[in-house]
Each structure stands twice: as structure tokens, then as C-alpha cells.
């Protein structure tokens, strides 16, 4: 297909290689997850594009829709995404960052998004679609340099056909794209659509760049990649998909039982003849008396002016099979465990985690920040702001190189190790995870142990042990100075 003339003129069957647009998608026992085999090319604004998948290119719309029906699945993601993406960047070593810095993390864009939803937006587009697309921009206002980045619709976007070394450098964007969730595309959508070169330090600035309306874009492709899969991203839970579409399923059918099918307790039949017009009139009446909320268990009589000879009374059996309870709670272990999360993380609660205490949801805490939340971290910190860090110190000279950042986590610290770490954490640290204001007069001072002990050397002269604390922040060779704990 060669742009919207070519969908106009030619019917979709008569193009080689065109886009086949379908409203209906199929996942059956024979294509449970739509992936073919071999390279799929197609066309659009005359250039070639990878689908997302062959042969209909519908995936993306299929696992946002699989997400939003399912319950489980959608707290997983969102819970997922705000414990990975914590509470902002900050520097590992505790040193303050330059203000300029500051005020870049805090509007990283036109839409004034702060660091913390351009990290929200990238970790659900990837644990969802198992691809981000980030566009850079750079550009200078009044000698100022700039660099704004923007998370993309990956419904937008597509990567473009590999080179000859079988690499894909470059990704296409165009609403032509969108057809199969809005149904139309205006004229002025059609124009709108770009080629960008997919960033590499490898290569130079003029490969990486393109020169756009006063300012130069380029794109970041972040995707969870998995084995067979050579150029798209797939999302880690992808192996649910299944029990998505099943949970959902279960929910439909028994809204369907509530509105659509009549479970009378039992048909009272009178034999007798009926003409058409009878038959008609009773079954309206019925129709609308054992349809709808209130009519479950009711007893459907039928009459006729011909007599009652021979009449019975059938009792149905109301507890049908198909009510999901039981097959509802796998579906769910199904979908947590391919999310590799918890379901006490994502806020389902269950009689048997009730009552554990604190300590049971500490460990499960301290499980998953070190299995998931902080892999996912490390994940995004190299792929995608190690680059970003780079191309803003070279264009706008923020001195990344001098600071280790990293994503600020607010996770309690007092709960995720067994060791008592009370004596090497400071006070300041224990109030701001509390959510309280920090205390400049106990600025360096650390937190004391329950057990300190007097030191085994008091100064000559002295009648006891001295109460009197230390130094700020003194933990000397015989132990930590004397005095109860600090006031928090």
C-alpha cells in the first residue's frame, strides 16, 4: 500500500504486501498468542514496516485490551509500575544535585511531566506492550540548549524493515496505524507522519538525528525482549494472555446469565391446545416476568382454554455450572505469577493472609523489591536514561558524569533485612520515610541500637557510665555512644 491514494483505489485483497485491516481478532487453540514465523513486510507512506504481528497487525490493541478486561492483570501492571518507579532520580551517594539538573527532572517535556511519569508512563507501556518507544527532542531557544523527552503511543509506531545486516536502524510513525481502534484516519493525520532513526552511541550525530521543523528527533525503542522474538518486545506476563481473556470471559458469561437467560425454578405445564396469537401474547409475558433482576426462582404456568388434563409440574435444578468461583481464583494465580508479582503487592487480600502481621508483608516486600522492582530499575537506568544522561550532558552540559544518579525508591527501610540495621541508618532517614519533615538539628545523627552498651573504658574521675550521647553520627570501636534513641 502506497499511502491513502493506494487505499482508495485498489481493494485491499488486489494489494501485494498491503495492510489488512480486520475488526475481528482471533486467539483460538491453534493461535493462542498470533506469532508467525519468517518476516512479514508491509507498506505505508511508501515505506516498509515490521507488523506488530503478521498477518493482521493487531497485537498491540489485543494486549490493551486483554489488560483492561482483566482485573488482576490491570493491578498488576499499575502496582508494578508505581513500586519500580519510586519516588524519582536522586544521587546513589546521597550528594545534592546541581539545580540545574533539579529543574530538568522536575519538566522534562511540554506537557510539564516531571521525571517520575516519564518513568510511570515508559514501565506501563513496557510491562503492557513489552515495547516503549521514546522520542528526544533537542533544540536551542535564546543560545539556551534544550532536551525534551516524550513516551510514545506504541499504537503510533512501528520499527521499519532491517537493513542488510539484518539490524533495524529506523521506526515509522503514522496514524494510519490507529485505523483499527478509531475506524478512520483524516487527511491531515495521513501528513503527519515521520521516520526517526532509533538512537545508537555507536553511530554519529548525523545518523542518530533528524533535522525536523526547527528541532533535530531521534528514538529510543526500549522492549522486553524475548527468545524468537528478533525485533519487537513481548510483555513479561505474556504467558497469561490466555487467562486474561478467561477472566474476563467468566465475568461476561455470568452478567449474561443475570440480564439474558430465564432460570425459573419450575414450568408448571397445562396441556391444552394454543393458537399462534396465544403462544405469541405467553411468550411476551414470560419473556418479560423471568427476564431481569428480582425474577431468578420464579414458576412459569401455562394455561389454555382447552383444558388441564394431564397437567405437570417440572422442578429445574437453579445451580448451574459455569459460576467461575473456583476456575476465577486460578485464573488469578495464573496471571500474578506470570506478572512475577504478589498478590498482596497488588492489593488482593485473602483470609489466609490476614492476621499474618507485618512481618509476613515485609518479607514478601523484601522478595520482590529484590527480584523484580530492582532488576526493573536497573533494566531502565541502562537502557534508557544511561543514553539520555549522555546526550544531555553533551548538549546541555549537565555534569551527569559527576553524579551516580538513580531512581529514588520510598519503600520503608526499617523492615527489608532480618540484621537490625537501626545503628546504621540516621535519623532524618527514619522521618522522611515516615513521611515527616526533616529535623536540621539532628542533621548527620544516627539512630541507637536498643542494646547500646556502656563504653568499657570510662574517663578517670568518672562515678558510672556516662548517659550523655557521643558525637553526631559516632559509632566508635567499643560500640555506639550512650543515650536513649533520638527523638524522631
Known sequence: MHGAKAIKDKPAAAKKGGVHASNLVRLDSRHPIPLESGRAFSFVNNVSYLPFFPPKDTFAKDLIEARLLSTTHNACIITKKDFCAGAGMADADGRDLPPEMVDWFKSMNLHNDPVLEINRKILEDLFTLGNAPIMLVRFTVAASPKLYIYPQNMNEWRLCKPNEDDVVTEAVQSKLFLRETTGF????????????????????????????????RTLLWYKNGMTGIPYYGLPSAISSLIYQILEYKGARFNLDMFENEMVPASILALKGQ???????????????????????????????????????????ETKREGSYTEADDL??????????????????????????????????LENKFN???????RDLMVNVWAPIFQIAEAWMRLPFSKFDVQIENE????????????????????????????DPSKEGVYMKGPGAAAPLDPQPGASGPSNQPGPQGSLGPSGPSQGGPPNV
Open 274 to 316: 394454543l393458537t399462534q396469537t396465544e403462544a405469541d401474547r405467553l411468550s411476551k409475558k414470560v419473556i418479560n416476568t423471568y427476564t431481569g433482576d428480582g425474577t431468578r426462582g420464579r414458576t412459569i404456568v401455562l394455561a389454555s382454554e382447552q383444558g388441564i388434563d394431564g397437567s405437570d409440574l417440572h422442578k429445574l
Open 185 to 216: 484516519v483524516t487527511a491531515e493525520q495521513l501528513k503527519s507522519g515521520r521516520k526517526l532513526p532509533i538512537f545508537n552511541p555507536l553511530r554519529t550525530d548525523k545518523e542518530n538525528w533528524v533535522r525536523e521543523n526547527g528541532a533535530e
Open 371 to 377: 527480584t523484580v522492582i530492582k532488576p526493573a530499575q
Open 411 to 438: 519503600i520503608d527501610i526499617s523492615g527489608l533485612t532480618d540484621v537490625d540495621i537501626t545503628e546504621a541508618v540516621q535519623v532524618n532517614e527514619v522521618r522522611k520515610a515516615k513521611g515527616l519533615p526533616e
Open 331 to 364: 485464573w488469578s494465580q495464573k496471571i500474578i505469577l506470570a506478572n512475577q508479582w504478589d498478590a498482596v503487592l497488588a492489593g488482593i487480600l485473602s483470609p489466609s493472609t490476614l492476621g499474618k502481621g507485618s512481618g509476613f508483608v515485609t518479607k514478601i
